[in-house]
């Protein structure tokens, strides 16, 4: 038998679980998460195993607090860790295009790159005043002297020796030339001349050899040169090393564990010394034309430090949250810099991704965010896989560069990757990418609902306590938190049950104490909160709006006070994105001679969807079951939807339309008063549905448009008690019994309440009662079913004829 549905059945237990209080001031706030246990657990967990491939993946829909937990729990995770290494790079001397990267303690990273600018400008002090000072130009001048004086006795010898031989040397611009001599003075042309020609041949073989020693003296000259250059090289790089050493030295001593630093800075002393030239300091010309002129290089640049990574004032491990996961955004990237039309970068330019910067820590990223970035999905895994991070320009996996790169060092990588997404993007990743499984070991699902039970509800009363305090609002007194509550419940569509879609109950929360302030009150109510409820509902349901026109000015055919045979009002529920509200639909059902079965006419017109298509065709199996075991089901029937021209989907409808069938079957009509959702089975269960609070409310408002004051009834799913949450308009109509709602666990008990006949039960004998709707159905069934073998007799018996 139906169970008529009693207010009392719908009463809140809110006021029975809620602690006393007389406002939210008094509870103390929130500090963790609601009604995610499983979800908990798995994070803590997941970040607590310190091995590749154990990063979590938080999978659950918006608005259940998913992002702010994971942020608030990291945070603290993150504090009592120990803060990670300072990373610097720094220019590495044996290949300029791969910079050297090297690790410090957090704070150490600052500490050296001052040093270092110090120890540079204090080197570059020490020589620039070294090479000012007397004692070097003295040292100078005498090595100047010593190898000039070297060089005037080796020409000062070759003029002795040509003299000894009868010539005079001459230097000109041109070069050096050997002339004989004659009186002391050189010979003249004309004399030369005269002379017999084998003393001409004489003077021309003593004139080759003459050459030969100037040939040789100037190689003594230039080797001499050569010396000299040597001597001043030595004698300027023996300054650098008294600069450099005590300075370098003396940094040695600060890091003595860093055996990167020691070998960095033996390399630095090299290099200075090697370089001392780029650090005397000349005046550089001014160019005449200073924009077409290329500046040179400082060098002192390649000394510099750059700081990469620093930690110093980071408390505990770091916690990054990259809203814009990019391929440079998060393994680092190469600046360049413009100069005279050409691209270039040094290694001062590198900087981090969010990859580095989470480094010892944790990063956070969305998983559509990350996914919507070319490249970014790919370099994650790249880095997780070979954990260290590798700073790539893009084009180098596009097949292609335009400027040349540096390759620094890559530098290794220990972060925990947590990973937001809904379902949908993890079971894309998890059946369609092999190495997600492997890299997002843990999966913390988060759910939409939990118990409301009493530790719960207690929670939801400290949570809007939480949000009074932090965001300075009205605080809400009893009645208003359990107003909340109810709401709750409704979101997650069951008696039993509080939606974890925080950021919905925020917004009534925001909306409510709006309201509150309007009318000058000290604490937000539970009118309140329906005037929230109202007004949002009011702001969405537009479309509803419209449609309770058409069905008051009778645009939309429903007869709510008659009895109709194959005729019953189902129950739809049409979504909008933002609101989702319920409404009748005219179900009608028509009955005839021939064999097509149970034509479902929106199928005929692809308007039905998959599982709307079953429903219909489970109705065959359940007639089959019920009507159908003495005789073969032979019958046509038509099922549509009246005035419905957009698609339909789901079973909900199931129910009714096959009590429409069983009205058109028996002849027996159906009171039009009734509306009715709900699935059924081929055994004649009703099976629950979704929607059921706005179908339930979208027949009661449909009716009151069009004036039904009273007698108006919604039959549901038994099974759907718990999922039944109604405004105060409808239970207290529900109350006054002017609207009726019942429970019906079978067919027959659903097709008796609609016609106010017996469904008739089997007997011993194998037949329902005379007159029952279930006789009246089969007896029905059985004359279309003789009728259809009789047809098929007198088809067979003309066939023989004509073959005769």
């Known amino acids: 038998m139906a169970k008529k549905v009693k207010y009392s059945d719908l009463d809140s237990k809110f006021d029975r679980v809620l602690a006393s209080f007389s406002s939210t001031r008094e509870i103390t706030p929130l500090q963790e998460i609601i009604g995610q246990s499983r979800a908990v657990k798995a994070v803590e967990f997941g970040l607590s195993v310190k091995k590749q491939g154990y990063n979590v993946f938080v999978a659950g829909p918006p608005g259940t607090g998913k992002i ?25 001397f044996q290949a300029s295009d791969q910079p050297t990267a090297i690790n410090l303690a957090a704070g150490e990273g600052r500490n050296f790159c001052k040093k270092m600018d110090q120890l540079i400008e204090e080197v570059q002090a020490e020589i620039k005043k070294t090479f000012e000072g007397e004692d070097y130009e003295r040292q100078r001048s005498e090595l100047l002297k010593k190898y000039k004086d070297k060089q005037q006795e080796v020409m000062s010898d070759l003029d002795q020796s040509a003299r000894e ?61 050569r010396e000299a250059k040597k001597a001043m090289e030595d004698l300027d790089k023996n300054i650098a090393r008294m600069a450099v050493d005590d300075p370098i030295n003396e940094l040695k001593e600060e890091y003595p564990q860093y055996d990167k630093v020691i070998q960095y800075l033996k ?94 820590g944790y990063l956070i990223i969305q998983a559509r965010d990350i996914l919507s970035h070319y490249q970014a999905w790919d370099a994650l895994k790249r880095s997780l896989k070979n954990e260290k991070v590798i700073i790539e320009n893009i084009g180098e996996h596009l097949g292609f560069m335009t400027v040349a790169a540096l390759k620094p060092e890559p530098i290794p990588l220990n972060v925990k990757v947590i990973l937001i997404g809904s379902p949908l993007y993890y079971n894309i990743l998890y059946h369609y990418d092999e190495d997600f499984a492997k890299l997002f070991k ?144 005219k179900i009608t059902a028509n009955t005839f001679l021939g064999k097509s079965g149970i034509v479902n006419i929106e199928r005929e017109v692809k308007m039905s969807g998959r599982i709307h298509s079953k429903g219909v065709l489970i109705l065959s199996g359940f007639l089959g079951y019920k009507y159908a075991q003495k005789n073969p089901l032979s019958l046509s029937a038509s ?33 039009q008063n009734f509306a009715v959702t709900g699935s059924v089975n081929q055994k004649g269960e009703i099976q629950p549905v979704g929607g059921i609070t ?25 099974s759907n008690l718990n999922n039944l949450l109604l405004s105060e308009e409808v239970k207290t109509a529900l109350q006054e019994d002017r609207f009726k709602i019942y429970a019906i666990k079978t067919v027959d008990e659903g097709i008796e309440l609609l016609t106010g006949e017996k469904a008739g039960e089997v007997t ?41």
């Open 267 to 360: 390399e630095v002393r090299e290099d200075i010394i090697e370089n001392i030239n780029e650090f005397k300091e000349t005046e550089e010309e001014e160019p005449q034309i200073p924009f077409l002129t290329r500046r040179q290089e400082d060098p002192r640049r390649k000394y510099r430090v750059n700081l990469f990574i620093d930690n110093h004032d980071t408390e505990g491990a770091p916690v990054i949250q990259e809203s814009n996961p990019t391929y440079t955004n998060l393994t680092g990237k190469t600046e360049y810099r413009n100069r005279m039309g050409a691209m270039e970068t040094e290694f001062t330019l590198l900087k981090p991704g969010s990859l580095h910067q989470a480094n010892g």
């Open 442 to 585: 843990i999966k913390a699902d988060f759910d939409i609902e939990m118990d409301a039970d009493q530790e719960n509800v207690n929670k939801l009363a400290s949570f809007i306590a939480t949000h009074c305090h932090q965001e300075d609002l009205l605080h809400f007194d009893r009645e208003g938190v359990i107003s909340i509550a109810e709401y709750s419940s409704r979101i997650a569509s069951h008696y039993a049950r509080l939606s974890t879609r925080f950021n919905e109950l925020v917004e009534i929360i925001y909306e409510a104490e709006a309201y509150a302030k309007q009318a000058g009150k000290e604490l937000v109510g539970s009118e309140d909160v329906q005037k929230a409820i109202q007004e949002r509902t009011y702001r969405f349901n537009r479309v509803e709006s419209k449609l309770h026109t058409m069905i008051e000015e009778g645009t939309l055919l429903f007869d709510f006070a008659e009895e109709k045979v194959g005729q019953i009002n189902g129950l739809s529920v049409s979504n909008m994105g933002d609101y989702q509200f319920g409404h009748p639909v």
């Open 764 to 804: 011993k004998e194998g037949t329902y009662p005379q007159g029952s709707i279930n006789q009246l159905v089969e007896q029905r069934l059985a004359e279309m079913a003789r009728y259809h073998e009789k047809e098929g007799e007198k088809g067979s018996k003309e066939e023989d004829e004509n073959d005769d």
């Open 68 to 92: 702010t937990y994971i942020r608030n729990y990291t945070d603290r995770k993150a504090k009592k860790e120990e803060r990670p290494d300072d990373w610097i790079y720094v220019h590495n």
């Open 694 to 718: 706005e179908k339930v409310e979208g027949f009661f408002k449909a009716t009151k448009v069009r004036g039904i004051k009273e007698g108006a009834a919604v039959v549901i799913p038994e």
């Open 639 to 671: 099922l549509t939807f009246e005035q419905m021209y957009s698609g339909i989907e789901g079973d909900s409808a199931s129910a009714a339309e096959l009590f429409a069938l069983l009205s058109s079957l028996s002849r027996i009509p159906i009171k």
């Open 165 to 225: 031989k009868g010539f005079i040397i001459q230097r000109k611009s041109t070069g050096i030339f050997t002339i004989p001599e004659k009186d002391g003075q050189p010979m003249k042309q004309e004399d030369f001349d005269s002379l017999s020609k084998e003393e001409r041949d004489r003077l021309s073989q003593i004139s080759q050899e003459v050459q030969q020693e100037v040939a040789d003296a100037m190689r003594q000259v230039r080797q001499i040169d």
